[in-house]
């Protein structure tokens, strides 16, 4: 004998009049067509040249400099920890330097229109947060810091003014 009783989620999908086979079949085509679309735009014609930055060399050096400044700022905050707050004025202006070239690094990433006005803004800070490092160059994080700074304001110099 044959069980003719039908499940209650097969009579609430006949009262919807939806299956679950229906949702994923309409899942995989929504799936199909997001995927033709992100194809399309790739196909040729499409602007490529808006997608890698247009300064790299500027844009490497801000990251380098990001990255330097980091561990100037570590090390900072460990000789805190120690009592010695003779680098206070390095990690302030280390802190503020970090603060302008990261937004400048995604200004450079991004290709805004905005790049060479903010450069002037981003040479001045490195400007000066490389002669507060200078001051304690006896410290290796502080001497990469000031290098890295001075590396961003001859890339500043080369490609943007």
């Not at 069980?3 to 209650?8: A, D, G, I, Q, Y």
């Not at 040249?49 to 980091?70: M, R, Y």
């Amino acid at each position: 004998m044959k069980n003719t009783e039908k499940s209650p989620s097969e009579n609430v999908q006949k009262e919807n009049g939806i299956s679950r086979r229906d949702v994923l079949f309409g899942m995989g085509a929504a799936a199909s067509l997001a995927y033709a679309g992100a194809a399309s735009a790739a196909m040729s014609g499409h602007d490529h040249s808006k997608h890698t930055a247009q300064k790299p060399d500027v844009l490497n050096a801000t990251n380098v400099c990001l990255d330097k400044g980091q561990r100037c700022i570590a090390h900072c905050l460990v000789s805190f920890t120690e009592g010695d707050t003779e680098l206070a004025d390095c990690a302030m202006k280390t802190h503020e330097m970090q603060e302008i070239c990261g937004a400048f690094s995604y200004l450079l990433a991004s290709n805004s229109s905005y790049v060479k006005e903010y450069s002037a803004i981003c040479e001045k800070v490195c400007k000066d947060c490389a002669k507060e490092c200078r001051k304690h160059e006896k410290h290796l994080e502080c001497k990469a810091c000031a290098e890295a700074c001075d590396d961003i304001v001859a890339a500043i110099q080369l490609h943007l003014s």
